[in-house]
Structures are given as C-alpha cells and as structure tokens.
C-alpha cells in the first residue's frame, strides 16, 4: 500500500537507533512494582517448596543447572524462552514474540521522541537536565511527562497487537485489567508494563500457543488502559493530531487508535441472492449500485471516484415494519460485496455492530463503537458495517430510559458519521436498520445519508413470489399461471417505485405538497422547490439544513442512476485493476443529467421517512397516554369499591 497523504513517515534509521534500548530492556532490568502484585503475592498461595516462577534456561549449552531470577529483576527473553516446558531450542513463535516486542519497544520509543520533539517536552527535558527548569514550567514538564508515558504505552501496545495479530492461534487467554501503569515518563511506563507483561507470560503462557495469545490479550489490554487514561489526561493535542507511518510494516499511528491488518473477517452468514429479496425494490437496487460502488475504491489513491464525483453512499437508514426483508437485505448486500472482493483478490471486512457491545463499565461502551467504527473505515479493506436494531443499541438524548452506555454508542456515531473529522474515502458504508427509528435520536438519525424504506412484498405478484420461494422444492403444487420473479425485475420495479414518489405518501406531507401547489404552480424552478422545503420546515421544524444536504446528495445518487456492469466485477482487468484516473473518467461518462423529475421524488421520499417517523412517534405516545389512563381509571374504581 502506499503512503497515507496525512501520515509523517517514521525512517527506519530512526527506529533503528532505539533497537539496542529496546533489545536492553528484552534482556533484563529491575523494576519494582508500585501497584501490580508480583509472583511473591501468588507464592503465598501455593505449597511450601514450589517455585513461583518457571526455570529459566541458560545459554551454555550442556548447563541444566537452575537458577532463580533475582527479586524485582526483570528478564523477558528467558521468560519466554521458558514457557515451552524447557525445550532447548527456541520455537518460531517464540522467535515471532521476541521480534515483535523488540520492534513493538523501538516503535514505541521513536514515537515518544517524536511526540518530544513537536510537543516542546524535549527542550523541557534539556533545561531540566541543565538545571535551568523555570519553576513557572515545571506543573508544564509533569503534565508532558506524564502524556509521553502514555503515548509510549499505547503505541507499544498497538504495534505488538498489530505485529502478532496474523499469528493468533484459537485459544484465547484473559490476562484481565493491566495494573502497573506509571506515568512519572515514557521509560518508567515502559519498565511497568514489561514487568507485568513478564508475569502474565509466567503465569499463562504454558505453550507456544498461549504464550502468542497471552502476549496479544495484554497488548490490547494495555492499548484500552491507555486510551481511558488518555481521555482525561492533558497535553496530548500534538499526539492526537498528528499521525506517524511506518511503511516496513504497514503500520499507522493515529492517536489513540488501534491499528488493524488489511485482512478480511470470516463471514459465516448465509447470502441471498437479488431474486431472493422480494419487494423492497429501491432499497434492493440501492443496495446493488452501492455494493459495486465500494469496488471502484482505489488502494493506491485511497479514495474512491464515485466520492470524488459525488453520489456515494456513506451511510444509510433501513427502516419498516418486522419480517419485511432488512436481515435479507443484510445477507444479499454482504454476499455481493464479499463475492466481488473474492473475485479482485481485494480485503473484505464486515462487522455488526449489536447490543452485546453495550457495557455498565463507564466508557467502555464508547470505546467499542469506536473500535466497531476503525475496523470498517480502515483505508486498507474494503468495509460493510451495520447497526441492526439500531433503536435498541443508541440511546435517544433526553430519553430517560437510555443508559449511559447507549448514550455513549450514540455520541460515537453522530461523530463519526458526521463530525469535523469525518473523512469519506469511499472504501465503505455503514447501514442503520430498525423497525422503530422514530426511537432513533433526531441527529443521528438525520446522518443518514440516504434512506431504504425496507417495506417487504407489496403486490400481488410479491406474495406469489415470496410463497414459491419459501415453499422450496419439496412439494407437487403446480405453480399456476404466474411467471415466477417476473415481478422482481429490478429496473421495471424501481422505475414504478420512484415514479411513485412524484407525490407524497405520507398524509401529512401530501397537505403541505398540495397547499405549496395550490399558491405557487408546477414545482418547476429551484425558487419554487425551495418554497416547498419551507413549507415542509413550517409543518416539521426537524427539518433542518442537513435534511436539504441529504435530499442533494440523494438526488446525485440519481444522477449516477446505473449499475456499474456485472462484467467489470467478473473480469477486474476491465475496470477495478484500471488507474484511478481511467475508472474516474469511465464512471463520468455514464453519469445520467438531473431534472426536476428527480429532485422532486427525492424531497418527497426523505420528507416522507420523517413524517413517518413523527407521525409513529406522535401515535405511539398517544398510544401509551391513552393505556395508561385506562388503567389508572381501572385503579380508581377498584380502590373506591367500584365494579370491576
């Protein structure tokens, strides 16, 4: 992959001059703990005679003696060295380890020297060292001291993750929260976690395998103390915004967040075919344009043409009522995407992001959405991510029935789908499904940038559909006089269901579509048009600027109203292997004009979706006001010795 635009290069010269600190630190050094509890905690437990700590080997071959490490001492090589049970030779995993904690430790020193360099911790430091701190600076000095610690922590713990993470084996360990995190400078915070590392490796690494995951479950550990740490801690700005590359290992830091390989996730969901999503013909054609879309994206030039020109899908809502299609529609956009990325040897990643994910830990739940988001949007892979059951998982502000931890995941998503730092590189999209989205926050809600009404089979022909396709093939009905998916012919189905839309569905709306008409003629100029989305504000004060932004951005989706064709997914030396330039001006061509038809249609289907949405939250509150002063009258009459 090429160089992020936005990313400073780490030179390996630069790395290289921390190797030896970091190959010193490997070897041994003593530490003694301020908050971890060591092994003599643990030996109080076991039987008079045993070893706290496992043999370590030594390095003169034909020696077998044993010899015990020294209290506080700190020998991370030996340790691992010894998790296989004595094996004379090192193994190649532990080899992996030991390579990857060395370059994890000169990362991480670079870095902080780095973060010195343009934080002014390093002038501090030589005024310190020549004692001419002015005591005006010092409160200064702790406070960069403490955010180097920090940055040197997270950054090892990032880098070791992100090194070991393509030697996983099955087995997991829980090394459980990391304690001893020091925050005097970057080298003490180094000493501290090291040393834990060192007993965690003792006390869980039984085996080559466990010794890889142990070492991994503490990296992420570690990663996590240091981000929650960081969130209060202050004069990190100069880290957070900035970001350092190192192109040896593909690796990127970026503030506080993890790195990830450009690997695919295993899908283990069963796909469905177009044919088999019955109804649902705009939200199934959108679906299918959008999962071509994200095979446009261009590794080498990290964007995306379709972005560029306009007309991307970032993010979309998915809303109707129960069992009409939305987990259907989840499988088929999944299914195409993965099969397309199989066919181009591209990264496929897919996560979802659900309810387990809500957390009592305070900022954990925040932490996980962040997570959820980094994974998809991650510039290397080509990413789907979706929020099923979206009303569940986000809390709605002002609700007081949300918890912290939904409140948490929503001011998460409102940032990342619509915040100062929000890049689109066109390499993924996001879905927001729900059978209940006037309990969605406003806000976000309105992040979504193109709406799918998901409302299943419509016709009669749907349901004749949808029953043969359910029946399956053991049976002896005979079909009758129907041709089978002729419905579902997808251009005729969506050209209906947008011509539909030249008036509103909804009652609400259509009362103020017609009064506009009535006073002003034929929506037919931008100043009439314009007049109509008053008129919508006036009846809905939600409607807001980014409504208007969402309706244009929807109305160029229209304008690149056309599949890209199923042969350039097939064969990718047709389009997707092209140079950016060349699929930019392929794309461009077909590009169809917009006309007021279009921008009609779509007015009135976002305006739709939210006087639906309002008109469901008005009649369910209704509803429940209704309900409950029907049992309190039930009450009354009881506790006054009424009938009842």
Known sequence: MSQTADAMELREEEIARHMPMAQSLLEGFDHAPRIGKGASAASEERSAGLGTRRRFRSTTPGLTTRRTTPTGAVQLLATIESSDGGDVLVSPQQATVMQ???????????????FADVSGLGDLKRANLEGALPAARKTEFTELLAAEALVTLHVFGNATAYLLSAHLPEVTVEVGEVEEVLTDNGQTALHGALWELDQDIAAHATDDARLVATVSAFAEALMEKAALRAQTAPRLAAFEAASWRVEADDFTVSGFSPASKAKSTTLTMTFKKPNEVVGNHIAKYQAMKLSKMLMAYDFDRRLNPFAELGGFIFTFMGDGKPGTGKTTLIQMMAGLINEYCHNAGYPFRYQNLSTDNIDSYQGKSGQNAKTFINNIIDPSVIGFGTIDDIDQLAGKRGDRQSSAGQLEITAVLMESFAGANTVVRGNCTFGMFSNYPENVDDALRQRAGARFLVDGPQTREDYVDILYLLMGKNHDIPLGDHNVFEAQEIKRAVAA???????PHEKGLLQVFQAVRERIGELDTINKLGTYLKGIQEADDRFTGRAI???????????????????????PDLFLFKDYETKKGMIAEMRVPITVEMLVQEINRYADSEFRYADKSDEVA??????EMGRMEEAKKRYLGGPV
């Open 622 to 627: 209704i509803e429940n006001a209704v309900r």
């Open 100 to 114: 990857a904690l060395r370059r994890a430790i000169a990362l991480a020193l670079t870095v902080a020297e780095n």
């Open 497 to 503: 269901s947008f011509e539909s839309h030249s008036r």
């Open 549 to 571: 932004k969402n309706i244009t951005d929807a109305v160029k989706v229209r304008a690149m109203d056309f599949e890209l064709p199923d042969e350039w997914m097939e064969e």
